[in-house]
């Protein structure tokens, strides 16, 4: 086996170079190391290559990938040379409080694949099996690499209980906001509402299930969703976009006794109006925060329902697919990003 590899690598915040790079050797006794096929760019991503940077430098990033195991451990009997996987992109420490509990996300002491250590945009990675998840044959690739945010949407709407016959309004239809409609059906609700201020996303929802579609471009989307519901407002409202207007806008949206969850990471002071608040107060508002997709027995079974779900074709995936490039490429894709040269939603590297 050839001992160097292609890779992007992050030297510094904006600094991101297609490069030679040793493959990972010394795998340890439950390591393996994993040919990448294929690896999804996401919104994390953008932020620590162009703005605030990994752990330390040199870094490979890339948390969302797949592909194929090419070597195993000493002591690896599960997996084989040339089965399918998805990669779960942390390692937590198993010891600490939350782990004990089984919320792995909040680990107190973790490893993160792609921004502590090397990871997806390379064409080997080297990760822990228990880390592994079988991908059935049935399971393209570029599906395989965007299951790490399906986990993050099932895990997130699984907190905030979506139950048979709900209305479901979902602010931000980026890849996490087109998961969130999709499970909010497979879940039982029986009318889905999308809101972006993009119309290409809004008309890519609709393919994808929406009931119903409100341009915040073009409407005030508290008004029209209130409209919608005869004045009660949806029993669940998901945020994913995390910006300060939906964030406040769900309070005001969702029914009385309604559920907010809240997927999308705020990137500045969150101000919440006094009436907006008293929403919360006086309609006995549950919100809920979602971080992460991991649950007991690690991984968790968001990992596993997802496969599944992408197998049988419950949840579609390759729609919200909107660019594929190859590695080479990586540092002119991320700036082309930055500077939103273009609308997209889930972007994809194909690594041979």
Sequence with gaps: MTKTMKAAVLHAPGDIRFENVPVPSDLHKKEVLVKVRAAGICGSDLDRIMKTGTYSFPTIPGHEFCGIVEKTGDEEKGFKKGD???????????????????????????????????????????????????????????????????????????????????????????????????????????????????????????????????????????????????????????????VSITQEQCLRIAAKHGRILYLGTAHKDVVIPAGSFEHIVRNELLITGSWNSYSAPFPGREWHASVDYVKKKVIKIEPLITHTFVLEDASKVFRDLAERRYVYNKVMFEIN
């Design 84 to 242: 399918r996987v998805v990669v779960a992109p942390i390692i937590p420490c198993f010891s600490c409080e939350s782990c004990q509990q089984g919320h792995y996300g909040q680990c107190a002491s973790y490893n993160y694949l792609g921004s502590r250590t090397d990871g997806g945009f390379a064409q080997y990675v080297k990760a822990p099996v228990m880390n592994l998840i079988r991908m059935p044959a049935e399971v393209s690739y570029k599906e395989g690499a965007a299951i790490e945010p399906a986990a993050v949407t099932l895990h997130g709407m699984r907190r905030v209980g979506v139950e048979t016959g709900d209305t479901v309004a979902v602010l931000g239809c980026g890849t996490l906001g087109l998961f969130a409609l999709q499970f909010a059906k497979i879940m039982g609700a029986t009318r889905t509402i999308a809101v972006d201020i993009a119309e290409e996303k809004l008309e890519l929802a609709q393919k994808l299930g929406a009931d119903e579609l409100v341009c915040a471009q073009e409407k005030d989307p508290v008004t029209e969703i209130k409209k919608m519901t005869e004045g009660r407002g949806p029993h669940a409202a998901i945020e994913t976009a995390g």
